[in-house]
């Protein structure tokens, strides 16, 4: 197993592993949309993505977009979305792309990582093993325009 960067050329190999990561969440399925977000944030260099590929298979994938701490005054990265299929879960894949994303963002200089889960995500159980502290200082809101 081997964690990568991807690039656009990657496309549309990782479209169908982030269609399922949206139709998890709650999202019906729809390949040309999800594609042509993700051209788009290729494109426009707005994330990195990095990806879990097994014999030439992509297996799994986590995507970082860029922000900045206008209190450090440094770059920051946004844990957005950690996806591993179904079938590959509880093998470490998921850690293994979390260790990646923290390598990268020390590789270059970011300040750290944020991510947001659920309440009742599971997950938060290996991100406070790998270091992650849960914020209790704060609360996290969303104002919706549609």
């Known amino acids: 197993m081997v964690i990568t960067q ?3 050329t990657n496309l549309k190999e990782i ?3 982030f269609d ?3 139709v998890f969440y709650g999202q019906s399925t729809n390949l040309i949309q999800a594609e042509a977000f993700l051209k788009e944030r290729f494109e426009n260099k ?3 993505i990095l990806v879990a590929s097994m014999e030439n ?3 799994g994938f986590t995507q970082l977009y860029f922000s900045f701490s206008s209190v450090y005054l440094e770059p920051t990265l946004i844990l957005n979305d950690l996806f591993v299929l179904p079938k590959y879960r509880g093998q470490g894949i998921g850690t293994l792309l979390l260790k990646s ?3 990268f963002c020390e590789k ?3 300040k750290g990582l944020s991510l947001e889960t659920a309440i009742d995500n599971p997950a938060q159980k290996l991100y406070e093993k790998l270091g992650w502290e849960k914020d209790s200082h ?3 809101y969303f104002w919706s325009a549609q």
């Open 6 to 8: 991807a690039t656009i």
């Open 108 to 110: 270059y200089n970011y």
């Open 15 to 17: 479209v169908p592993l």
């Open 57 to 59: 298979q992509m297996i």
């Open 20 to 22: 399922q990561y949206r």
């Open 101 to 103: 994303a923290q390598d």
């Open 46 to 48: 707005e994330s990195i």
């Open 138 to 140: 704060c609360f996290h």
